[in-house]
C-alpha cells in the first residue's frame, strides 16, 4: 500500500524491551508521525510486507534476529530496500559494529543513551526527504494522467512545464541538504527534459 500526499507519516520501531519502545514513543509523540511497535525483527519484516513506513528505528542487540540481520533482509528486498534505518545500540565505542551497521544499510547510528532532542531532530531531517520523495511521485503520477488526455502537439510544452516542476523540488532539496531526493529529482529531470526535445522534434517532423 502506498501512502499519498496528506498522509501521516509512519514510523516503524523495533526493539525485543517493551521499555525501551515506550521510551521511544514519549520521545516521539507529538510530532504528528503513527508510530509502531514490534518486539523483533521477525515483527519488523512481517509489518513491512503489508505497510508503506518513512522510517525504521531499529536496535542491534536483540535475540535471534538482530539488527544487523533484520537490516540485511530489508535492503534485499525491492519493496523495502529505498527505506531508511537508524541503528539504537546500547554499545558505545565499538567502530566496528558501527561499520557493520553502515555495511547493513543503515543511513544513521545512535549510541543509548541519546539525546533525545537529537532523535527528533534526525526523525524530522528523514521524514521531510520521506515527504519530498512522495510529492515527487505523486507529481509523476499526475503527469503520467496529463499526457494521456493531450494530444502530440501539447505534449512538448506539458514536458517543459514538469521539467520546470522537477527542477524546483531539485533546488528546494539542495536548500534542505537532502543529497537522496536531490539525486531522485536530478534524474527525474534529465528525464523529462529529454522527452520535451524528443516531442519537441517529432513535434517539427510531423510540420514538415
Known amino acids: 500500500m502506498t501512502q499519498q500526499p496528506g498522509q501521516t507519516a509512519k514510523i516503524l520501531m523495533v526493539d525485543d524491551r517493551p521499555e525501551n ?5 514519549a520521545i516521539l509523540h507529538g510530532l504528528g508521525h503513527e508510530l509502531v511497535k514490534v518486539l523483533s525483527g521477525e515483527d519488523a519484516l512481517k509489518a513491512l510486507l503489508t505497510d508503506e513506513f518513512a522510517l525504521i528505528l531499529l536496535d542491534v542487540q536483540m535475540p535471534g534476529m538482530d539488527g544487523f540481520e533484520t537490516a540485511t533482509h530489508i535492503k534485499q528486498r525491492e519493496r523495502t530496500r529505498d527505506i531508511p534505518i537508524l541503528f539504537l545500540t546500547a554499545i558505545d565505542g565499538e567502530g566496528h559494529d558501527a561499520f557493520r ?13 541519546f539525546d533525545p532532542w537529537v532523535l527528533r531532530a534526525k526523525v524530522g531531517v528523514f521524514i521531510e526527504l520521506f ?6 511521485a505523486a507529481q509523476t503520477e499526475q503527469l503520467r494522467r496529463e499526457l494521456a488526455g493531450y494530444g502530440a502537439a501539447d505534449l512538448p510544452g506539458l514536458a517543459n512545464r514538469a521539467a520546470e516542476a522537477v527542477a524546483d523540488v531539485q533546488r528546494q532539496a539542495d536548500e534542505a541538504g537532502l543529497p537522496v531526493l536531490s539525486k531522485a529529482a536530478a534524474e527525474a529531470n534529465a528525464a523529462v527534459e529529454a522527452l520535451a526535445v524528443a516531442l519537441a522534434r517529432a513535434a517539427g517532423r510531423n510540420r514538415s
Open 131 to 136: 515527504e519530498r520523495r512522495r510529492e515527487l
Open 21 to 25: 519502545l515506550l521510551a521511544l514513543e
Open 101 to 113: 551497521g553502515y555495511a547493513a544499510g543503515a543511513v544513521d547510528y545512535l549510541s543509548k543513551p
